[in-house]
């Protein structure tokens, strides 16, 4: 009996708060997913994708509120070259986190491989014109480039350097390695002379640099941005003319 009593009253304790855990949209008896987490991450990394497919999907079944686990279902099927599938749940994942950057390049990469590109368009343009960032409008010339329009993504990388208004590497980094690509040297050592300008020791632009093969960098080397003169101009306040070189890019 004594036994019996004493098993009741430390028991009872625990089955309620297994109750009351099983209650919680997080909590509960239910089986813990993150071992399928972890073996999926470690086949993404050992290349073996059918076992990361395997193991994201058990994950998803326990726990399919999780984006970022939705996320990495949509990039084992991008690697297992199966683009169509990614989309359904890249798709998902942003729009559970429609500001995760990551999520939404990977939308993009599935779209683009699935050869989609209207779809693609249509969602960073959108999301271009709404959130108007530097880094929006740059993801949509990156993959209006892969998409084969170069001269979108040209137009594209152009906003993106307005709307930074000439103040920060990324946008003129982003044009000077367009227009490497695309042949146009000449825009190509200009947006890097503005990248010079902006930052003089950042590793990204003496590593370009050294790809030009500049290797004695004379002290007028860099270029005002462009769009930092632009700027300028709409506040009235233009800079002097000397400030840019007559064959610095508008």
């Known amino acids: 009996m004594m036994t019996r009593s004493l098993s009741a009253r430390v028991l009872a304790p625990t089955c309620l708060a297994l109750t009351l855990a099983a209650s919680l949209p997080l909590g509960g008896c239910r089986a813990n997913p993150y071992p399928y987490r972890l073996r999926g991450d470690g086949a993404m990394e050992g290349g073996n994708y059918p076992l990361a497919l395997e193991s994201y999907q058990k994950y998803i079944e326990i726990d399919p509120g999780s984006p970022d686990m939705r996320n990495a279902l949509g990039r084992a099927y991008l690697a ?45 343009r959108s999301n271009a014109n709404e959130r108007g960032g530097v ?47 695309i042949g146009d040297a000449r825009n190509a050592d200009q947006r890097l002379r503005m990248a010079y300008f902006i930052s003089p020791r950042d590793p990204g632009v003496l590593r370009r640099l050294a790809d030009a093969g500049v290797a004695d960098i004379p002290a007028n080397y860099g270029f005002v941005p462009a769009e930092r003169l632009e700027a300028r101009t709409l506040e009235g306040s233009a800079a002097p003319a000397s400030a840019a070189p007559a064959n610095q890019v508008r």
């Open 135 to 181: 880094r929006d409008w740059i993801r949509l010339g990156r993959f209006a480039e892969k998409s084969g329009d170069a001269d979108v993504a040209r137009q594209a990388l152009l906003t993106a350097a307005r709307v930074d208004r000439g103040q920060n590497l990324a946008p003129q980094l982003a044009l000077h390695d367009f227009f490497v690509r």
């Open 80 to 124: 297992s070259n199966r683009p169509v599938e990614a989309i359904e749940h890249l798709r998902v994942a942003t729009l559970q986190a429609p500001e995760n950057d990551q999520y939404m390049d990977d939308l993009a990469e599935a779209y683009v491989r699935a050869n989609r590109a209207d779809e693609m368009y249509r969602l960073l």
